[in-house]
């Protein structure tokens, strides 16, 4: 990429993007974020205890959401990446 082209689409040449989460990582939802954000007042207030427990596996990841594949027999989430975290 050139430093001309960088600079139209308004990206520093020396400027990395640092991605936080990555395909196949298990992670878990951090509790506090997700019942603080506008999801957890649209979505059922009765969550199962497992999705803050961890671990589940990124499976895919588009724009700001990933989907998350538990270790149960439940179907596959999208969960906002700002409500993840690393399980450890």
């Given at each position: 990429?050139?430093?001309?082209?960088?600079?139209?689409?308004?990206?520093?040449?020396?400027?990395?993007?640092?991605k936080?989460?990555?395909?196949?990582d298990?992670?878990?939802?951090?509790r506090?974020?997700?019942?603080?954000?506008?999801?957890?007042?649209?979505?059922?207030?009765?969550l199962?205890?497992?999705?803050?427990?961890?671990?589940?596996?990124?499976?895919?990841?588009?724009?700001?959401?990933?989907q998350?594949?538990?270790r149960?027999?439940v179907?596959?989430v999208w969960?906002?990446?700002?409500?993840?975290?690393?399980?450890?």
């Amino acid at each position: 990429m050139s430093e001309q082209t960088a600079n139209r689409e308004g990206v520093k040449p020396s400027q990395k993007v640092i991605k936080k989460l990555r395909k196949g990582d298990l992670v878990k939802v951090e509790r506090n974020k997700y019942l603080n954000s506008l999801e957890s007042k649209a979505s059922d207030e009765n969550l199962p205890e497992y999705i803050f427990q961890g671990p589940g596996e990124i499976l895919l990841i588009k724009d700001d959401y990933c989907q998350i594949r538990w270790r149960r027999p439940v179907p596959d989430v999208w969960i906002s990446s700002d409500h993840l975290i690393l399980y450890k």
